[in-house]
């Protein structure tokens, strides 16, 4: 599981064809129609994309799809702004820097290096969205995933343990303890998001006060092996979390599997597109990635990487650009100039 991609790649449920039909039997004395002999059959190109009538469902799997913790901040963050423009205090405008015709500010994170603390600290912020405006029709709660009866200490669990929503600092201190702990990169609490996502989307659960932490260890647990060549194992989380079993974590793993239907896979866009929703949340909700002026030294760097790839991609065009057969063996194209009389 040290790699990206899987071969078990399962898409979500589609629509199945009803098991007890049977095909009519053959009528050799009336005249089949159009309809009979199959004419009108859906391309296959059609029939294809069965998938995409489902695809807001599925942010995890299909890169144009919304995904699902930031259509639940948007009510928060319009009443945020409601507040803040009733008691004349514009969002976030006494700490921000803008750049200038003289200085430039960029912050450290990239879509292929983000910030690992600031990454931490959105995955919590959408966990945090996802509890708190989550369906209150009540959805199954699966045994596995239940705080109650798979405790991750030996305090004993509150009675009304379910009833309480965590805060955004209790959330991101979870998360952060076991990413410092085994060593985590910041791609890795990204697909932790992904997967969790999935396992939403999938198994049509909720994720609830009695069980996040358990929902959460089980992402992270799977996005480490899926992410990390050196992936940590579910011994070493027994060493972080001192009161929980080698065997619960197991089961933890394999059921966490089964309702992803063995789905592992995270394509770069998909990735791409939840690093910039993530980015999206950040900004509005005034949590903003460290801005630093750029320097001399960077600005070197950035122009190294920049004239690197032009080339590379310079390289591509040439070598797909297509020419006439005639001219193939033509050393260059002369041009001569235009008389217009």
């Not at 514009?90 to 750049?99: A, D, E, I, L, T």
């Not at 705080?147 to 004993?156: A, I, T």
């Not at 979390?241 to 974590?249: Q, S, Y």
């Not at 460290?290 to 032009?310: D, N, Q, T, V, Y």
Request: aromatic share 8%.
């Amino acid at each position: 599981m040290g790699n990206t991609t899987s071969c078990c790649v399962s898409s979500s449920p589609k629509l199945r064809r009803n098991a007890h039909s049977r095909l009519e039997s053959y009528r050799p004395d009336t005249e089949l129609s159009r309809e009979d002999t199959g004419c009108n059959l859906q391309h296959i190109s059609d029939r294809e994309n069965i998938d995409d009538l489902n695809m807001e469902f599925n942010p995890s799997d299909h890169p144009r799809a919304s995904t699902i913790f930031l259509s639940k901040s948007q009510t928060d963050v319009r009443e945020k702004r409601k507040s803040l423009f009733i008691n004349h205090h514009p969002p976030g405008q006494m700490g921000r820097k803008y750049s200038s015709c003289s200085t430039i500010f960029l912050d450290d994170s990239t879509v292929s290096q983000p910030n690992l603390k600031y990454t931490i600290k959105c995955v919590a912020l959408a966990i945090y969205y996802h509890i708190k405006n989550r369906d209150a029709d009540g959805r199954m709660l699966l045994d596995i995933f239940d705080e109650n009866l798979h405790p991750l200490s030996k305090s004993e669990v509150p009675p009304d343990y379910d009833k309480h929503n965590p805060e955004q600092k209790q959330i991101y201190r979870f998360v952060r303890t076991l990413f410092s702990a085994a060593q985590l990169t910041a791609e890795c609490a990204i697909v932790t998001l992904v997967y969790l996502e999935r396992l939403l989307t999938y198994a049509e659960i909720d994720i609830c006060p009695a069980n996040w932490k358990r929902i959460v260890l089980g992402a992270i647990l799977l996005a480490s092996k899926v992410w990390d060549d050196q992936a940590v194992w579910n011994v070493d989380y027994c060493q972080i979390l001192k009161d929980i079993t080698v065997e619960d974590m197991n089961e933890l793993e394999r059921q966490f599997l089964e309702l992803l239907q063995f789905n592992i896979n995270v394509p770069s866009s998909v990735y791409a597109k939840y690093y910039f929703d993530l980015r999206s949340l950040a900004e509005a909700n005034n949590l903003s990635f460290p801005l630093e002026p750029l320097s001399k030294e960077r600005a070197h760097k950035l122009e190294a990487i920049s004239r690197l790839c032009e080339d590379k991609y310079k390289d591509l065009r040439r070598s797909t650009r297509k020419r006439s057969a005639s001219a193939d063996n033509l050393a260059a194209m002369k041009w001569s100039p235009a008389i217009i009389s």
